[in-house]
């Protein structure tokens, strides 16, 4: 379905994330035929490019990031609609020239994306407000990190809040438009059987895993300021926990989904000076290996070899509410972990009573929802093997694979966030209050490891993080779901 005109300006425009990420999105949209005419994306950037020869730049980033750009026409009709301007974040320096694009009759939907750092965030807003940019139906969209605690999160709230209304501000968490992370709600809420189980009572505990392969990847500067709890668990873990814990919103539009999100922050056990050793690990990568070979440790790919930054995250939470007292969620991301991996796993409480052999051995039931590689659904239930020799049984998969289901192309995150910006839907986006709770119950934890001074543990590159993340489920009785 085709989207009204729109303009779309991004700031950090010659950036990584641009080109990476931004415009392929917008080119696989514009492919797909969702564009209308009149639509412009323009680049902004204080890089001396003129428009003539920034589009030259698009272009490469669209052959190296998306496979689709292969049809020359495509690509040169997409390039027309490509324009540039040069300018200053903190001086006037190019606005005016930004301003003259939009003439007082232009009605199309205005979009400003900030793939900026925050701290850019309160500048950009307020020159946009100095130079009349800001129409009543204009968007503002940020990327994390938003801020790196509490506080410093308000005060950028707060400078965007200063000249946009909390409807027009779009914070993107990527991991919310992911297909199966939309799919988790269709799951949850579409469907009579899960539901009415989804509780303490009936599930015994959750797991979150993201897991990555790669290292900092050239990323150093900024990793070295945030580590994976910043990175990852503030924003990415947090919101796949909170769609799994929350109650069933009254519908599906932006502010029932978030206002039961919220709920979900608010109900996080804290973690904090008291209790930190037995909810948290702390790791990070040495030199090991990886699928392609031998690979440095964290210290050598920052060039920082007292860094004590962390590449791995395991926590315990508990989430004090009527619904999940006494199921724990168990939480891990990493950066070189064996493989590419994120999996939400719901392990619900065996049978109370076995009527089978005592050699029968019989497994919960597991639902695994795979979000990346191979997206799909997995529901783990014991079976009896096909055979005359007795009731043999096995724990088998009902296996749902996405790409061989559906056989239809399944956009990638921002193709499918930046389209909703222009809809003006914000379902899959961050309110303020969460963003802002989110970091109140991180907070903590960041400064329970800065008070105790705790050192990261190590853990070889290639492997599953330190053997404490393993004792963390163990000593539960319980051990991280390994796809067998
Ligand atoms: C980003 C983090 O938000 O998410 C990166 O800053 C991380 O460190 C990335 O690599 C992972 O995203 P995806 O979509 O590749 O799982």
Known sequence: VKVDPFDIVVFGGTGDLAYRKLFPALFRRFLDGQFSEGTRIIGAARHDYDTASFKPTVNKALRQFAAEATQESAVDAFLA??????????????????????????????????????????????????????????????????????????????????????????????????????NLMALRFANALFEPLWNSAHIDHVEITVAESIGVEGRGAYYETSGALRDMVQNHLLQLLCLVAMEAPAGFEADSVRDEKLKVL????????????????RGQYR??????????????????????????????????????AGTPFYLRTGKRLPKRVSELIVSFRNVPHSIFASDVKILPTRLVVRLQPDEGIKLWLMLKEPGAGGMRMRHVPLDMNFAKAFQIY????????????????????????????????IDPIREAWNQA????????????????????????????????
């Open 81 to 182: 609609m490509v324009d540039y301007v040069s300018l200053d974040i903190g001086t006037d320096a190019g606005w005016d020239v930004l301003a003259a694009k939009f003439p007082d009759s232009s009605n199309y939907v205005r979009a400003f994306y900030l793939a900026t750092g925050p701290d850019r965030f309160g500048a950009v807003a307020a020159q946009l407000a100095a130079y009349g940019l800001i129409t009543p139906g204009a968007r503002i969209i940020v990327e994390k990190p938003i801020g790196k605690d509490a506080v410093s999160a308000a005060k950028i709230n707060d400078a965007l809040g200063a000249v946009f209304a909390e409807s027009q501000i779009y914070r993107i968490d990527h991991y919310l438009g992911k297909e199966t992370v939309q």
């Open 266 to 281: 608010k109900a996080l056990a804290p973690i904090d000076a008291d209790n930190y050793e037995a909810f948290t690990v």
């Open 287 to 324: 030199a090991g290996a990886s699928a392609t070979g031998a690979v440095a440790g964290y210290p050598e790919d920052v060039g920082n070899p007292r860094t004590e930054v962390e590449t791995f995250v395991a926590l315990k939470v508990h989430v004090n509410n009527w619904r999940w």
């Open 410 to 441: 399944a956009p990638e995150a921002y193709e499918r966030l930046l389209m909703d910006v222009i809809r003006g839907n914000a379902t899959l986006f961050m309110r303020r209050d969460e963003v802002e709770a989110a970091w109140r119950w």
């Open 453 to 484: 001074q705790l050192e990261p543990r190590f853990y070889l590159a290639g492997t599953w993080g330190p053997a404490s993340a393993t004792a963390l489920v163990e000593r539960d009785g319980r051990s991280w779901y390994e796809e067998t």
